[in-house]
């Protein structure tokens, strides 16, 4: 795949004012939710047409965009962004997430919830990741859904127990690798590559096994 064009600290400024600007009553994703909904998207087994999935981008509820509103710009940025995750993702590289520092009293789960829930919006709309049955998945799942409060996660009492397990992030940099780790473990799973890559090096506590499957956290 050709390397896209990554964006640089002014597109992804652009990218934010274009999602703020967005009239009433839409309910844009946010940056961090946005890249968390797209790594969401490209993790299933067979990621979705953008024409499914677009208009969640631009409203919660995916509500119409007004016809006097012009949505190319900020769809092409968007776009660059899905497809820098996406080579990211398939060749199993490094890349940054969208996740901002709070307040100084937030802890690393506050910083990355929204990307986490941005994720598990993707698989609220695309489940079909969700449905597979491979208790490799339990240990990335548990890394990301950590950061939710616990009742926000019914009917997933294994997955429930293998989060007991894993010690929290002590800073936002271990939280931040914990979100890229577990990217590429899901893939791993739902895209295989022909190739075996190197083995990863285990979580910080606790193994895996097999579990429910865990609900979108409540708005």
Excluded: N
């Amino acid at each position: 795949m050709p390397a896209p064009t990554p964006l640089v600290d002014s597109d992804i400024e652009r990218l934010h004012d274009l999602l703020q600007d967005l009239p009433a009553p839409l309910e844009p994703l946010d940056l961090p939710s946005l890249d968390g909904f797209l790594c969401g998207l490209l993790l299933q087994p067979q990621p979705p047409a953008m024409a499914s999935w677009w208009p969640r981008v631009l409203d919660h509820e995916s509500r119409a965009l007004p016809a006097d509103v012009d949505a190319a710009e900020l769809q092409a940025l968007v776009l660059r962004r899905h497809d820098e995750l996406k080579r990211a993702i398939g060749q199993r590289d490094w890349f940054d997430p969208w996740v901002f520092p709070g307040e100084d009293e937030a802890s690393p789960s506050d910083a990355v919830l929204p990307w986490v829930a941005g994720f598990a919006e993707a698989q609220e709309l695309f489940p079909q990741l969700m449905r597979i049955e491979d208790p490799e998945l339990i240990e990335p799942l548990a890394l990301l859904y950590l950061h939710f409060d616990p009742d926000d996660l019914e009917d997933a009492d294994a997955l429930m127990a293998v989060i007991e397990t894993i010690e929290p992030p002590s800073d936002l940099a271990e939280a931040v690798q914990d979100l890229v780790r577990a990217v590429m473990l899901i893939a791993d799973v739902s895209q295989p590559r022909a190739v075996t890559p190197p083995r990863r090096p285990p979580a910080r506590k606790g193994a895996a096994r097999p579990g429910g499957r865990p609900q979108r956290p409540r708005r």
